[in-house]
């Protein structure tokens, strides 16, 4: 009887495990040059930038390609205005209801109570400028297309990418080869993928052994109760909301669903970037649950840009700690602004890690509490973030598989079985 073979998804899960155990016997070792010099930012390093920056030469061309080839196979305008709005109004809902759901879990959970500041390491927060919900809407649009290539600037690759599609929709036969020539790169694009995702379990064992060698679990334990109650919060979005959507409208099952997606979850929680995450996702999309090319290669690149539900769920808890570390009160008309801030600042986010605490420092500004809140929370953002990226992820995927099914875009028995 043949043996059989271990799935990627195990492998990747046994180098997150090991590199977890790993990185907490290193944080325990002596400084030095063996711990700091060879093994942290030696070996550590080397695995995990190899496979993240593998994945990361891989996302712009594959967003942009992806998207022309998704927008021009739907082919009728009418129908991808509606996947187009059905997909934001997705995104924008479920984002909302996120951070209503992570400001229940504050208000009652206090996460900053009792939390003694002189036990906390306080890192200088490097803020951002605050930047208007007009600006970010007029700078969707690229002045130099290939300057925003070259910059990884999302939403207008996003935004050039969907008009290009439009462009070779209407002209039809005329650029039947350029859309012939899309496909071809697609399935190259996608091929690389597959070469790249070989090394996951070994660039995962390095990614986590580097967080957990640095940061270790002592910083953890004044502010465990913020992180412990970020990821209750996590869990019952994904299960709660996401469970329900895929029920009621997928007419799927939540277990098989989030089985399958498992590998995209374990890259998303060990690079803690959306965009590093896209590859992987779309290939699952596709070829495990069943989602169409032209839906996947729509909604999964435009949701690493402004789907944040994770985020949002941090940024809800971050604020009541925050307003209850520095003894502030936080009033209703506090808590809708944040939700109103953390919606919109959602848009156009860059999916990289670390990119949520550049839009907590805007909701913090909107209601007016201490910037001075996200150095306490920086010593242990990373950890927390590989949490909130997952969730992110998986609410892109969720959204992907809802709309397919609606549109009649996705195969039944494929994303029914056991496979």
């Known amino acids: 009887m043949a043996k059989k073979k ?16 790993t990185g907490i016997i290193v944080y325990n070792l002596p400084s030095g040059v063996f711990k700091d010099k060879i093994l942290i930012n030696g070996i550590f390093q080397l695995l995990g930038q190899v496979f993240l ?56 959970f206090k996460p900053g109570v009792g939390i003694d500041l002189s036990a906390v390491e306080v890192v200088e927060p490097t803020i951002n400028e605050r930047t208007s919900v007009v600006q970010i809407l007029y ?40 859309q012939k020539l899309f496909v071809t790169l697609n399935d190259l694009i996608m091929k690389l993928v597959e070469i790249v995702m070989l090394f996951a379990p070994i660039g995962v064992f390095g990614l986590v052994a580097k967080t957990f060698a640095t940061v270790g679990y002592r910083l953890m334990i004044p502010l465990m109760k913020y ?12 299960v709660v909301v996401y469970g329900t959507l895929l029920k009621r409208f997928a007419k799927l099952s939540p277990i098989k669903f989030f089985k399958k997606f498992l590998p995209a979850m374990s890259v998303a929680f060990s690079t803690a970037s959306s965009n590093a995450t896209v590859p992987v996702s779309l290939e699952i999309m596709e070829k495990k649950i069943g989602v169409s090319k032209n839906i996947a ?10 789907n944040m539900d994770g985020t949002a769920i941090m940024q809800g808890i971050a604020v009541f700690f925050v307003a209850q570390v520095y003894g502030y009160e936080m009033t209703f008309g506090m808590m809708l602004t944040v939700i109103l801030t953390a ?32 150095g306490l929370l920086m010593g242990i953002d990373r950890i927390v973030d590989m949490g909130r990226t997952t969730m992110n992820v998986t609410g892109d995927a969720v959204c992907t598989t809802v709309i397919a099914r609606q549109e009649g875009e996705l195969n039944i028995e494929l994303a029914e079985s056991d496979a």
Request: charged share 5%; hydrophobic share 60%; glycine share 12%.
């Open 6 to 21: 271990m799935s990627i998804t195990t492998k990747v899960l046994i180098g997150l495990l090991i590199g977890l155990i």
């Open 53 to 108: 920056r593998g994945i990361m030469m891989l996302v712009v061309p594959l967003v942009f390609v992806s998207l022309v080839n998704g927008t021009a196979s739907i082919g009728d305008v009418k129908k991808l205005g509606r996947v187009g709005a059905k997909t934001i109004a997705f995104y924008l809902v479920t984002t909302a209801v996120a951070i209503i759901l992570a400001l229940i879990l504050g208000y009652f």
């Open 139 to 178: 700078e969707m649009v690229p002045t130099n297309p290939i300057s925003a290539m070259a910059n990884g600037n999302m939403l207008q690759i996003i935004v050039f990418a969907i008009i290009t599609g439009i462009g070779i929709s209407i002209l039809g036969e005329k650029a039947e080869f350029v």
């Open 227 to 238: 992180i412990i109650l970020v990821y209750v919060g996590l869990i019952i979005h994904a």
């Open 297 to 306: 290669s729509f909604t999964i690149p435009l949701g690493a840009t402004i």
């Open 343 to 374: 919606t919109l600042a959602s848009i156009g986010t860059a999916g990289v890690p670390g990119a949520g605490t550049i839009m907590l420092s805007m909701v913090l500004q909107s209601v007016g509490l201490p910037l001075e809140g996200i």
